[in-house]
């Protein structure tokens, strides 16, 4: 139990580790594409840009399959891409709408990826609190039972012992008086 908790806390780190890194690169993207955003508005006009905005071809849907890290399913996504390619559309519009919308995909990419990690994240340390509590389970209440109960039995087992090697004395101190009294009734008819 200890060892499959400390790999938890380990790949818990690492993820953690990938997940800050994610959420720092989708600070700096959601801020050059809300920027994006409010250069097209400038140039264009906002009419526009929503009107753009309408015509974007759907996103395929998301794939999540799981995969087990240490008895863990954690779910992969996969997808949340679009079914047709960008670039004949982005040809017919403005540069600064054009760029807006390459920014949020690229965001749209981040977000999944810092979804994925924190659901991760949240599914590991679930179960890290799980481990813990079992290990702290046999080791603080299963364990110091058994003990005791080892204890108890080899109590009763040296106590049966006793037992019997006092039931074997009298038993042999007996068969020695009665061997005793044996022989003296046979002496004196012998005399």
């Known amino acids: 139990m200890k060892l499959k908790r400390q790999a938890l806390i380990l790949e818990f780190f690492n993820i953690n580790k990938a997940s800050s890194r994610l959420r720092s690169e989708l600070q700096l993207e959601l801020n050059k594409g809300y920027q994006s955003i409010r250069m097209a508005e400038m140039l264009d006009g906002e009419m526009r840009l929503e009107n753009e905005a309408m015509k974007i071809p759907q ?3 998301l794939l999540i399959t799981p995969k087990n890290v240490m008895g863990v399913s954690i779910p992969k996504l996969e997808g949340g891409t679009r079914e047709q390619a960008l670039t004949e559309y982005l040809l017919e ?4 709408i054009s760029e807006a919308m390459k920014a949020f995909q690229e965001i749209h990419k981040i977000v999944l990826d810092v979804a994925e990690k924190e659901t991760t994240l949240r599914k590991l340390l679930h179960e890290i609190d799980k481990t813990k509590r079992k290990a702290n389970a046999i080791e603080n209440v299963f364990i110091p039972g058994l ?5 108890f039995i080899t109590f009763r087992l040296e106590e049966m012992e006793r037992d019997t090697f006092t039931m074997l004395k009298t038993v042999k101190r007996k068969m020695g008086e009665r061997e005793k009294q044996s022989n003296e009734e046979v002496l004196p008819i012998a005399e």
């Open 59 to 61: 996103l395929k849907k």
């Open 93 to 96: 519009i403005p540069v600064s």
């Open 147 to 151: 003990q005791s109960a080892v204890k």
